[in-house]
Structure formats: structure tokens, C-alpha cells
């Protein structure tokens, strides 16, 4: 199995910051990556897919990069909106594999 | 607008059964592959199964093989996932999602909640 792994696991920020999240994967996934947010009670919002497509109706302050192991989400000007946790998803042989996780925190 | 409404989800005993629904709407879904992801209590995000268009094709995590069946109906726009011999760690809300590569819309969730 490839194992997906992020950080930081905490992130402190304020509204304005520049922030970047990493995903590591356990193997090489080309650009087989999604992102995620996900607010507290609802369910996980797209906002990347192969790793650096902006999802329609994502704002453009989301960017991601990356391939091969490597992967990247900024989010360019932080919003009080984007004070949440944040996944990477991978995508290989018929089956998904989520990091565990980044919670964005107001600083 | 691409609607995803989940049903289903109880508290329910060690060793019980349960069948999880997803009831699409505002898309042609039997075009599309879909797939069921859970998140246990104040944990991250985990695949359980995924099925193709004409359910030919499904794939699970090894943790649910041979209890878990995620099935659908294209009649009904619906997505189906059968839990059997459940057990306390498959606790969690369980989400339906649109996608193969990745989900782009997800249902609300429903909880499922194993305990004697």
C-alpha cells in the first residue's frame, strides 16, 4: 500500500498568511493527488485534482504542485474560511489513500 | 445542482448489519464511478470501496473485505453500501462521493455507530 504522509500536522496562521502544506507519498503516484478541506460536521470539499487543477468554483488563492512524491497546497492570502483541516488523497489501482491531515488554527 | 442524500446510518450491536444508501440526483449516474470513504470519530479521512458505471467492477479496503458489498442501481440513481459483521472500530460517518480518481461531490454523511 502506498502510505501518504503530511505536514505539518498543526498549522498556526493568520488571515492574510501565505501557507503551504506538503504530501509525501511512499512511492511514486505521477500526479495522481487530490485535495481536500474539510470544515467540522461537513463533508470534504475538492479543491485540487491531479495534483495542480483547480477545481471549478475553487478560488484561485488555492494552488497545488508537484509529481512523482512530492506534492504541495498554498493557499495565497488565507481567508476565514480556510481555517480548517486539509487532506491529500492519492489515487492508485482502484483505491484511495488519504494523509492524515493538516489543521489550519488561527494564530 | 448535483445532489447526493445519504441514508441509513444507526447505532447498531457487535456482529449486526447494516445497508448504507446514496440517492443521486442532478447528474447522469450511470455514467460515473462511485465510491464510499468513512471517518471514525476525530479521525482522518479513510477509502472503504469503490464501484464502476454498470457495477461490474468493485474494490474495497482489506479491512471490510468479505463484510463489506457496495453494489448500486442506475434505475434509481442510487449507490449501495451492505455492512455485515460489524464491529466496534467500524464506527464513523460514512460518506458517498462521485468519482474514480477523486470525489468532486460528496454526500452529507451518516453516521454509523457499533456498540453493545
Known amino acids: 500500500d502506498i502510505q501518504m504522509t503530511q505536514s505539518p500536522s498543526t498549522l498556526s496562521a493568520s488571515v492574510g498568511d501565505r501557507v503551504t502544506i506538503t504530501c509525501r507519498a511512499s512511492q511514486t503516484i505521477s500526479d495522481w493527488l487530490a485535495w481536500y478541506r474539510q470544515k467540522p460536521g461537513e463533508a470534504p470539499k475538492l479543491l485540487i485534482y491531479r495534483a495542480s487543477t483547480l477545481e471549478r468554483g475553487v478560488p484561485s488563492r488555492f494552488s497545488g504542485s508537484g509529481s512523482g512524491t512530492e506534492f504541495t497546497l498554498t493557499i495565497s492570502g488565507l481567508q476565514p474560511d480556510d481555517f480548517a483541516t486539509y487532506y491529500c488523497q492519492q489515487y492508485n489501482s482502484y483505491s484511495w489513500g488519504f494523509g492524515q491531515g493538516t489543521k489550519v488554527e488561527i494564530k | 445542482e448535483v445532489q447526493l442524500v445519504q441514508s441509513g446510518g444507526d447505532l447498531v450491536q457487535p456482529g449486526g448489519s447494516l445497508r448504507l444508501s446514496c440517492v443521486v440526483s442532478?447528474?447522469?449516474?450511470?455514467?460515473?464511478?462511485m465510491t464510499w470513504v468513512r471517518q471514525a470519530p476525530g479521525k482522518g479521512l479513510e477509502w472503504v470501496a469503490t464501484i464502476n458505471q454498470d457495477g461490474t467492477e468493485h474494490y474495497s479496503v482489506d479491512s471490510v473485505k468479505g463484510r463489506f458489498t457496495i453494489s448500486r442501481e442506475n434505475a434509481d440513481n442510487s449507490v449501495f453500501l451492505q455492512m455485515n459483521s460489524l464491529r466496534t472500530e467500524d464506527t464513523a460517518v460514512y460518506y458517498c462521493?462521485?468519482?474514480?480518481?477523486?470525489?468532486?461531490?460528496w454526500g452529507q454523511g451518516t453516521l454509523v455507530t457499533v456498540s453493545s
Open positions: 442532478g447528474i447522469n449516474f450511470g455514467s460515473y464511478w
Open positions: 462521493a462521485r468519482g474514480r480518481d477523486y470525489g468532486d461531490y
